[in-house]
């Protein structure tokens, strides 16, 4: 394990600024704004913003304040945020994040878990934060390397949190991948995992039950909505990843309007994203992807939910502690009647009055507090 500070040459970014005074634009089908994917208006305006104004030096210093290391762990450097906590007997907290996100999801969350007391919550509630970027993903990836799917990364996970800092039981919260990264360390190594937080759970996989409650209704016809309007960027993310990422890999323009046009869907932001992320916030996740060459990586867990066995399911249940916090427009909304079988021991569940999918970016405060009330009895 070394310490690990992020230096983006002056190179990648000079290259950077020649390919968006560049950029080819395409044409926009009349009056179609978001409807069609990224509206080519906004796209224009955050390009013309990321060229003349944004300021990645800063936001490198800034995610640079964060305690940051790499491992090498069969065949991947990992890196992660080890942040200690400040408190009477901080509890180590994994935190994972999911696609198209990164380590700029917990840059507001991370100080209110572990330093409760400087923001007017109980000290004894502190965690030690522990945050990798997913192997394949920005920070950790490297051509060439390995590819893991989910019960791969909590098995990397488990050892990095194990075997290189000494944590025997920890606690584990996460969203999208995360989540279900989180849920499989809960049923592959219970015998770690204090409890499990997620803002999103596993539903049904290979056929959806009979319908007999409003509830259940509701979420088929929220899955069927799903799959026909908003399903499309998984299915050739898990089918041809390798054709998209030559685009994506190419164009920072192209990347930015495929990562971007998701904090949008999946945000409770109204249909402007940018009521809760700024441009600079948005920009620097992409950029993440971008000075990395990590995007054609980062789909592998696509392409492996497609073509291997689900790791969460009936046989391996989520046997540690487990708390739900549904955000109104986070993606899925599986009922509980639906998803105990998978967690057969859920907890706590809560009902979050606004939020959506990047909850620890939109709803840092209201995600922490929930964390926090569900450790406290598990510590």
């Not at 990164?102 to 100080?111: D, L, Q």
Request: proline share 9%.
């Amino acid at each position: 394990m070394r310490p690990f500070s992020i230096q983006v040459p002056d190179a990648v970014l000079s290259d950077l600024r020649l390919r968006l005074e560049g950029t080819r634009w395409p044409d926009e089908a009349p009056g179609s704004a978001w409807e069609h994917g990224s509206d080519l208006s906004y796209i224009r305006a955050l390009a013309a913003y990321w060229r003349e104004t944004y300021d990645w030096r800063a936001h490198e210093a800034g995610l640079n304040r964060l305690k940051q290391f790499v491992v090498p762990l069969d065949g991947i450097d990992l890196h992660f945020i080890h942040e200690p906590g400040v408190g009477p007997n901080p509890l180590p907290l994994l935190l994972s994040h999911g696609w198209p996100g990164s380590i700029v999801e917990f840059e507001r969350i991370i100080p209110l878990l572990t330093d409760p007391g400087r923001f007017g919550a109980d000290p004894a509630d502190a965690f030690t934060v522990v945050a990798p970027s997913l192997p394949g993903y920005t920070l950790s990836f490297r051509p060439n390397q390995p590819r893991l799917n989910i019960s791969g990364i909590a098995d990397m996970f488990t050892r990095l949190m194990v075997e290189v800092l000494g944590y025997p039981r920890f606690g584990a919260q996460g969203g999208d991948w995360g989540a279900y990264i989180s849920g499989r360390l809960g049923a592959a190594h219970a015998d770690r995992v204090l409890g499990v937080h997620v803002t999103l759970l596993s539903g049904p996989r290979e056929s959806t039950p009979v319908p007999r409650t409003d509830e259940e209704r509701a979420y088929v016809l929220e899955l069927q909505h799903w799959m026909r309007e908003e399903q499309g960027y998984g299915l050739i993310q898990g089918t041809k990843p390798q054709t998209l990422s030559y685009g994506l890999a190419d164009s920072p323009v192209g990347l930015a309007a495929w990562i971007v046009e998701k904090f949008r869907t999946w945000s409770d932001c109204g249909g402007d994203v940018e009521r809760r992320f700024s441009k600079d916030v948005l920009l620097t996740n992409v950029m993440l992807y971008w000075v990395t060459g990590a995007i054609n990586s980062s789909f592998w867990p696509y392409w492996a939910r497609r073509h291997e066995p689900w790791p969460l399911n009936e046989e391996t249940p989520v046997r540690a502690p487990t708390a739900y916090a549904s955000f109104p427009k986070e993606i899925l909304h599986p009922p509980r009647s639906w998803v105990e079988a998978v967690y057969p021991n859920i907890r706590r569940w809560t009902m979050m009055p606004q939020g959506g999918h990047f909850a620890a970016l939109e709803e840092p405060d209201a995600l922490a507090s929930d964390i926090r009330v569900f450790f406290r009895d598990l510590r």
